[in-house]
């Protein structure tokens, strides 16, 4: 298992980061499939590989999660955001990006299929946020590390976070369909990145709290491979400050 933590400056430094794990990945020839991660904090990401000019030829997107019970065509739905904020810059193939469907009439169905298709596939890299409450993709606290792809009830902060995306507070999707903890956790590589102070207490459970459903980005201290990218205001909150990459503490067995 390799765990590190990066302590950069800026956005733009973190972006540059991120894209260059998915840009050296793309050159060697071992990206076939990218997880994608919406929100603000991946959208640096997403404009340094848009910049970078790369062909994408053959490569397959797939997206954390979905919102449930929106329009379809809503705006801040994540198809919407992973067209225009992924799709389109990097001239991807419609065909080739997959968005969890949240306004599928039978939304189990749809759940299994989509933990299908990422079974078969595997994703090579993993972009990932972490939310106030701990959250990666939209499991939030108490979801098993044995959870799969599903739908979820949001906590009430996360709906509150969410709520400078729509217009009104009420607008704001009180379910989700979300890759499960064990989904995300089969990708070969994860790159998390977090910025801002609002932060900073989920990265201190992440990284340093016990490693437990309470706190689901704790899982990531049993993944693989995993580069954490922080600006200062995200990592305020360690007390063991890394200047660059940083091993993790140890993970009890039992939570494996």
């Known amino acids: 298992m390799?765990?590190?933590?990066e302590v950069l400056a800026t956005a733009e430094e973190i972006g540059r980061r991120a894209a260059s794990v998915v840009l050296d990945e793309l050159a060697a020839?071992?990206?076939?499939?990218?997880?994608?991660?919406t929100g603000s904090s991946p959208e640096q990401v997403y404009a340094e590989l848009a910049a970078a000019g790369a062909r994408w030829d053959g490569v397959e997107v797939f997206a954390l999660d979905e919102y449930v019970g929106l329009a379809p065509g809503h705006p801040q739905s994540y198809a919407a955001v992973v067209d225009r904020e992924v799709r389109e810059p990097l001239g991807l193939d419609a065909s080739?990006?997959?968005?969890?469907?949240?306004?599928?009439?039978?939304?189990?169905?749809?759940?299994a299929a989509y933990e299908r298709a990422l079974e078969e596939r595997g994703v090579d890299v993993?972009?990932?946020?972490?939310?106030?409450?701990g959250h990666i993709g939209f499991n939030e606290p108490g979801s098993p590390f044995s959870s799969r792809t599903?739908?979820?009830?949001?906590?009430g902060r996360t709906v509150a976070d969410n709520a400078r995306f729509f217009d009104r507070p009420e607008d704001v999707p009180r379910r989700a369909v979300t890759q499960g903890v064990a989904t995300i956790a089969r990708a070969r590589r994860h790159v998390l990145v977090?910025?801002?102070?609002?932060?900073a207490d989920a990265v201190r459970a992440a990284l340093?709290?016990?490693v437990s459903p309470e706190c689901p980005a704790s899982a990531l201290r049993t993944f693989d491979d995993v580069l954490v990218l922080l600006?200062?205001?995200?990592?305020s909150g360690l007390t063991e400050r890394p200047a660059g990459p940083r091993r993790p503490r140890p993970v009890p067995a039992g939570a494996r």
Do not use: N, S, Y
Request: charged share 30%.
């Open 208 to 210: 340093e709290g016990e």
């Open 126 to 133: 993993q972009l990932l946020g972490i939310g106030a409450t």
């Open 96 to 111: 080739r990006v997959h968005v969890p469907d949240g306004g599928a009439e039978d939304l189990d169905a749809a759940c």
């Open 29 to 37: 020839g071992r990206l076939r499939t990218l997880g994608v991660a």
């Open 231 to 235: 600006d200062p205001a995200a990592a």
């Open 2 to 5: 390799r765990l590190e933590v």
């Open 150 to 155: 599903r739908v979820v009830e949001l906590t």
């Open 194 to 199: 977090a910025q801002g102070e609002g932060k």
